[in-house]
T-cell receptor, first 113, second 118 residues
Framework: SQQGEEDPQALSIQEGENATMNCSYK?????LQWYRQNSGRGLVHLIL?????REKHSGRLRVTLDTSKKSSSLLITASRAADTASYFC?????????????FGTGTRLLVSP | DAGVTQSPTHLIKTRGQQVTLRCSPK?????VSWYQQALGQGPQFIFQ???????QRGNFPDRFSGHQFPNYSSELNVNALLLGDSALYLC?????????????????FGPGTRLTVL
């Protein structure tokens, strides 16, 4: 079963606009990660935020985490056509001793030139 | 530095057949995890191997089995294929969780094997 839900399921924007996608999850976590997937191929790791962090930046990416609401958001600023992909959040449950990533359902982002 | 590699890229099988997928982890990693991603869904955890043993398993039937070799590479075997097994199978590698490093941060994914069952 999926751990979380991403919202929206699909997002269509123009180049230069910002894209925001949200993720909700169900259990206590060690950290939350965002991955990108192009055309149904392998997943590329974008950014990781730990459970004791609230915000993190990496280039044009900004991630926030609210553990009280069990939610996270990914903001891509000044989007480009190359950002077109599916984006997934993934969590690993606290105190399991093993890293088993549980993925959300994904947001399909389309950036038009 | 070689990343995670998987073979084959694509595979077509018929119901009832058996399939073996292969994965080589990123250099320096000794833990391999397998995920199944159905069309339009997020990846779902199948199982994880390190020290040549299955350490954790997701909600998948016994038809799904695996193996890890001394060089840390891994195989995923699926027996008695069903139409519903059609999916992208992803392998991910990571350093092993230890007492000194109890939380592994990032898993590195391979490009996947697209399995179609007819």
């Amino acid at each position: 079963s999926q751990q979380g839900e991403e919202d929206p399921q699909a997002l269509s924007i123009q180049e230069g606009e910002n894209a925001t996608m949200n993720c909700s999850y169900k259990t206590s976590i060690n950290n939350l990660q965002w991955y990108r997937q192009n055309s149904g191929r392998g997943l590329v790791h974008l950014i990781l935020i730990r459970s004791n962090e609230r915000e993190k930046h990496s280039g044009r990416l900004r991630v926030t985490l609210d553990t009280s609401k069990k939610s996270s958001s990914l903001l891509i600023t000044a989007s480009r056509a190359a950002d077109t992909a599916s984006y997934f959040c993934a969590t690993d449950a606290r105190n399991t001793g093993f890293q088993k990533l549980v993925f959300g359902t994904g947001t399909r982002l389309l950036v038009s030139p | 530095d070689a990343g995670v590699t998987q073979s084959p890229t694509h595979l077509i099988k018929t119901r009832g057949q058996q399939v073996t997928l292969r994965c080589s982890p990123k250099s320096g990693h000794d833990t391999v995890s397998w995920y199944q991603q159905a069309l339009g869904q997020g990846p779902q955890f199948i199982f994880q191997y390190y020290e040549e043993e299955e350490r954790q398993r997701g909600n998948f039937p016994d038809r799904f089995s695996g193996h890890q070799f001394p060089n840390y590479s891994s195989e995923l075997n699926v027996n008695a294929l069903l139409l519903g097994d059609s999916a992208l199978y992803l392998c991910a590698s990571s350093p092993r969780v230890t007492r000194d490093f109890p939380v592994v941060d990032t898993q590195y994914f391979g490009p996947g094997t697209r399995l179609t069952v007819l």
